[in-house]
């Protein structure tokens, strides 16, 4: 939401202080710089870009637009989830929680989470180290390498996108500089015609720099940063899943490999200590 109001913002303030300059919104409609512009801008992304990369650009975006979804209710669902999980394994062992690893969104003790749950990738990196578990085959430093390679990947790919994004953001500029010249050699043709018509062509020109800066910073590039800032919130429920597991496998009782998983928590959103005593309470009744 707040990515489709800035949108409308930055829009409105540009045409607004033009309008409040006295100047005529009829003058900003040149179809042709679009096209100069907008197609030359798509075509070299489709010329740079691994066909991918480029289905991974619109998911992407519609992330930046409706938001990470990682808020508070997600980490305390997270370590509720975790907290159940870990009074099980130490009260019934590994094959306590060996039916919930058969098929998580079917499994009553997962679903108690939904938050946690509906994050595919979280549930299977979490899952899948659980299962290590289970296979009596892992050890805390193994682990923790196994989980830092997981997210490494997992934020290496998804950086791809925003990196793109950000690439032709920065490409809109000189675009609208190619746009302007082609508009001057237009101009050019016209110059034994009368000063209004001049001044059209040139006007119609300056539109393509305008426009190719205002795509740049005004809207390309802020949705790159915001793409990254998605990026790093799901990265960050990653790594807190990392640490409780880690904790949990070196063999600290569920409560402090509870702890270490919150001290990962960005700050924003983080449970108090209190608040994880009552979230370990839930778990338990669950």
Do not use: W
Not at 5 to 21: D, K, N, R
Not at 228 to 255: I, M
């Amino acid at each position: 939401m707040g990515v489709i109001l800035g949108l409308i913002g930055v829009t409105a303030s540009v045409l607004g202080g033009f309008v409040m300059a006295g100047g005529p919104l009829p003058v900003l409609v040149q179809p042709n710089e679009f096209v100069v512009i907008g197609g030359a801008a798509i075509f070299s992304l489709v010329i740079s870009s691994p066909g991918q990369v480029l289905k991974s650009l619109v998911p992407a975006i519609m992330g930046a637009i409706k938001g990470s979804g990682v808020d508070g209710g997600t980490y305390r669902d997270l370590l509720g989830l975790m907290a159940s999980v870990f009074d099980t394994m130490r009260k019934e062992g590994v094959l306590g929680i060996e039916g919930d690893l058969a098929d998580p969104h079917k499994s009553p003790r997962f679903n108690k989470f939904p938050k946690a749950l509906k994050d595919h990738h979280l549930m299977e990196t979490f899952t899948g180290a659980l299962r290590l578990f289970v296979d009596g085959v892992v050890n805390a430093f193994d682990l923790e390498r196994l989980l830092d390679t997981e997210i490494e990947t997992h934020h290496e790919e998804a950086l791809i996108a925003p990196s793109t994004i950000k690439n032709l953001a920065d490409s809109f500029p000189a675009l609208g500089i190619v746009a302007a010249v082609l508009g001057i050699i237009v101009t050019m043709q016209h110059l034994d015609g009368p000063p209004t018509e001049i001044g059209h062509h040139v006007g119609a020109a300056l539109v393509g720099t305008m426009l190719g800066i205002l795509f740049s910073y005004g809207y390309v590039g802020p949705i790159a940063t915001k793409v990254e800032s998605v990026v790093r919130d799901q990265t960050s429920v990653y790594k807190c899943v990392k640490a409780g597991l880690v904790s949990f496998a070196g063999g600290a009782p569920p409560q402090v490999a509870l702890e270490f998983a919150r001290k990962t928590i960005p700050s924003s959103l983080r449970p108090t200590a209190e608040e994880l005593e009552e979230i370990m309470k839930e778990a338990k009744k669950q």
